[in-house]
């Protein structure tokens, strides 16, 4: 981290202190013609996208359209999962993903695979052939059949997601999965090596959360994945890149120097990360719809100064781009004590930007340029 903004941002007790922001306006150009966040990220190298789940933008074109002019990528919310892919065992649908990659491919975006191996969204039938013994040939087959539907066409796939959880008793400090329980350790080398064999020219991450603070649990959680990471890259497993998820939440404990060591050694180890998930809950803020507006924009402004620093970090991906699609309004850990909407995502509930939306923006000017990689939309 160059040494000027360490100093800055070393200040901090946390997110969200002292920072200041312009207004963000429209949105616009001078001469009025919209911009979005695509173009400024663009500029810089840099990869910019979001969470899409194709009903919102099927009932709403005004979203629709902003998609278009935000997004150069755009994430699957559940159409590229088992749950969503997988309704029974021998049958796939592939309706859902299709259609996004019709959107994307219209408007010039690209489009991230998520997920292959995840202990979430699996349809009912999976658990049950797991325990007779037929991990290995259904999670084979899934992406074998998954990711080479896409080869060429699906650049990036979150081939393994929530690897690790350190404090659930494995002395490796993997999450004790259903997929670990029937295939071991293993299960993330078949993961990443039946990816790579499906789609030799794909990118290939491992996708995680709560990696971003200074706490206790997030240090193990840190190491944890590098030494998963280390050991894989050992084993000759064909992993790409690092995902942090970033779901931000005001008035955790945040250290730059902490994030910025960390993804340096991610970088170090010859991989590139993305920020994956991003978003900033605000239950710990009180006052009006500004002030409340500008503590997140702070907040997301301190980690992404932080993570951009680095040449590795090659996109940044928010879970939803409106807030009234944030999966936060249905989730407890969306929940104000005061009872009102979360308000996580860079344009609000009428589409208009927000200070979020300008904190990323300056976060994407003020970032250093580098070389945009070969899987991102022209």
């Not at 005004?62 to 590229?80: N, Q, S």
């Not at 892919?85 to 649908?93: D, S, T």
């Not at 970088?267 to 605000?282: A, K, N, P, Q, Y």
Request: with cysteine; glycine share 10%; hydrophobic share 45%.
């Amino acid at each position: 981290m160059r040494a000027q903004r360490i100093g800055r941002r070393a200040v901090l007790s946390g997110l969200g202190a002292g920072l200041v922001l312009a207004s963000p306006g429209n949105g616009t150009t001078a001469g009025s013609k919209p911009i979005g966040l695509r173009a400024i990220a663009a500029s810089r190298g840099l990869a910019y996208g979001a969470a899409l789940g194709l009903r919102s933008v099927d009932e709403d074109q005004a979203l629709a359209d902003a998609y278009t002019r935000e997004c150069a990528v755009l994430v699957p919310e559940g159409d590229a999962k088992w749950a969503g892919l997988r309704p029974a065992a021998g049958v796939f649908r592939f309706d859902g993903l299709d259609r996004l990659l019709g959107i994307a491919d219209r408007h010039g975006q690209s489009v991230r695979g998520h997920t292959l191996l995840w202990h979430e969204a699996l349809p009912a039938w999976v658990p049950e052939a797991l325990r007779a013994g037929q991990g290995y040939d259904i999670l084979s087959d899934h992406i074998f059949t998954v990711v080479g539907r896409y080869r060429g066409r699906i650049p990036v796939w979150d081939v393994v997601n929530e690897a690790v959880a350190p404090d659930e008793g494995r002395e490796d400090g993997l999450r004790p999965t259903p997929w670990l329980r029937a295939l071991g350790p293993r299960c993330l080398d078949l993961a990443f090596k039946a990816a790579r064999a499906a789609d030799p020219g794909a990118v290939l991450m491992l996708n995680d959360h709560d990696l971003e603070y200074a706490s206790p649990l997030q240090d193990r959680r840190r190491r944890a994945v590098l030494r998963l990471l280390e050991t894989l890259l050992a084993r000759g497993v064909p992993v790409d890149g690092l995902g942090l998820q970033s779901h931000l939440r005001i008035g955790r404990p945040f250290d730059p120097r902490i994030l910025h060591r960390f993804i340096g050694e991610v970088g170090g180890l010859g991989l590139m990360v993305m920020i994956t998930e991003l978003d900033v809950g605000d239950a710990a803020v009180t006052g009006d719809i500004p002030t409340r507006d500008q503590a997140v924009a702070d907040h997301a402004s301190a980690f992404l100064d932080t993570v951009l620093d680095h040449a590795c970090v090659k996109a940044v991906t928010c879970w939803g781009l409106s807030d009234r699609q944030s999966w936060l309004h249905h989730h407890p850990a969306g929940w104000r004590p005061d009872g009102q909407p979360m308000r996580p995502l860079p344009l609000d509930v009428e589409l208009r930007p927000k200070p979020l939306w300008q904190a990323l923006g300056d976060a994407f000017r003020n970032a250093p340029k580098r070389s945009s990689a070969a899987w991102m939309p022209g």
